[in-house]
Nanobody, 124 residues
Framework: QVQLVESGGGLVQAGGSLRLSCAASGRTFSSYDLGWFRQAPGKEREFVTAISWSGGNTLYQDSVKGRFTISRDNAKNRVYLQMNNLKPEDTAEYYC?????????????????WGQGTQVTVSS
């Protein structure tokens, strides 16, 4: 497993931008698929986006397509989430996760390691 620590959350006005960062420890970082999830108050945690171990394949939730971009730097053991044109409905605690894939589909990823979360609040 890897240990994950998120940073970069904060308060921003609608239409603004934030960049979340997730620092990972562990020498096998580059072998993991990485993802961002979020949980709003009173709601279940939901998938936001993910990137494959090589960085060559990404997946986005429909509501963030064209606004959010996930990237990773395996040399620095970091994964990033660039969030543009933020909306009040993006307000949530954002979590970084690392997972191992047991098949060819994103549905085959088992998310085994989680960070503690970073709060993103978007005001209208």
């Amino acid at each position: 497993q890897v240990q994950l620590v998120e940073s970069g959350g904060g308060l921003v006005q609608a239409g603004g931008s934030l960049r979340l960062s997730c620092a990972a420890s562990g020498r096998t970082f580059s072998s993991y698929d990485l993802g961002w999830f979020r949980q709003a108050p009173g709601k279940e945690r939901e998938f936001v986006t993910a990137i494959s171990w090589s960085g060559g394949n990404t997946l986005y939730q429909d509501s963030v397509k064209g606004r959010f971009t996930i990237s990773r730097d395996n040399a620095k053991n970091r994964v990033y989430l660039q969030m543009n044109n933020l909306k009040p409905e993006d307000t949530a605690e954002y979590y970084c996760a690392a997972g191992s894939r047991h098949g060819s589909s994103w549905e085959d990823v088992f998310w085994s390691s989680w960070g503690q979360g970073t709060q993103v609040t978007v005001s209208s």
